[in-house]
């Protein structure tokens, strides 16, 4: 009978894990109430809907803002620099090593160009929902400058749908490989976001 070694190493700091945990559940709240709002169509309710949509948008902003902030001035492996790994993905795509067994401490090399791509539609998501918030709800800090301006809006409902998919998409994506990498290689993975623990095999990894 075998058993694995693993060693054990304290990585994602409290903040890091709390904004992860804020912008999940804001993303989240925000899909379903979206979806939730288009089938409602122009019942009642769903003006009710589309204000708490507003709020969670909010929230979103906020976290994305603090997780920037803290990705500038948080421990190393909160850094903002901790994502930027272009060597890595291209040696991962040269060599075909996408779901190659992780072998340092951090976000995992490849994984990262996942990760800044989804803040980006995230950021870009946020930007627009602002904007269409003002125009359509006349609300929000851009309402100064785009307060019921109907002409302008389809120039933010187009991007702002089509990167809602996308986000979908890449959220699905970033489960898959959790669970990928945990029935693949034995590594306890998504438990880090909720401990701050992460678990790699020993170079002696198996011993009887």
């Known amino acids: ?28 709240l925000l899909l379903l109430g979206g979806r939730i709002g288009e089938w409602l169509g122009y ?19 906020f976290g994305l803002v603090a997780r920037l902030t803290w990705g500038m001035v948080g421990p190393a492996h909160a850094r903002v620099g901790a994502l930027w790994q272009p060597r890595a993905w291209w040696r991962a795509l040269r060599y075909r090593a996408l779901f190659a067994e992780p072998q340092g401490w951090g976000h995992d090399a490849p994984a ?8 980006l539609l995230l ?14 709800q006349g609300r929000g800090p851009l309402y100064l ?16 749908e089509w990167m809602e998919p996308a ?17 693949r290689h034995g590594i306890p993975t998504a438990q880090a976001m909720v ?7 020993k170079p002696d990894a198996e011993a009887e």
Request: net charge positive.
């Open 1 to 28: 009978m075998t058993r694995l070694l693993l060693d054990r190493e304290k990585v994602y700091d409290p903040v890091l894990r709390s904004l992860h945990a804020w912008n999940a559940l804001a993303i989240v």
């Open 43 to 61: 019942a009642p309710e769903a003006a009710g809907l589309w204000r708490l949509h507003v709020w969670a948008g909010y929230c979103l902003v």
């Open 112 to 119: 990262t160009l996942g990760y800044l791509l989804l803040y």
């Open 123 to 136: 950021f870009g998501m946020a930007v627009t929902g602002l904007a269409l918030a003002a125009i359509e």
């Open 145 to 160: 400058w785009l307060g019921h301006d109907v002409t302008l809006s389809q120039l933010f409902r187009v991007p702002h």
């Open 167 to 183: 986000i979908l998409v890449l959220l699905v994506a970033h489960i898959a490989v959790l669970i990928l990498r945990e029935t």
């Open 195 to 201: 401990s701050g623990f992460q678990y790699r095999k």
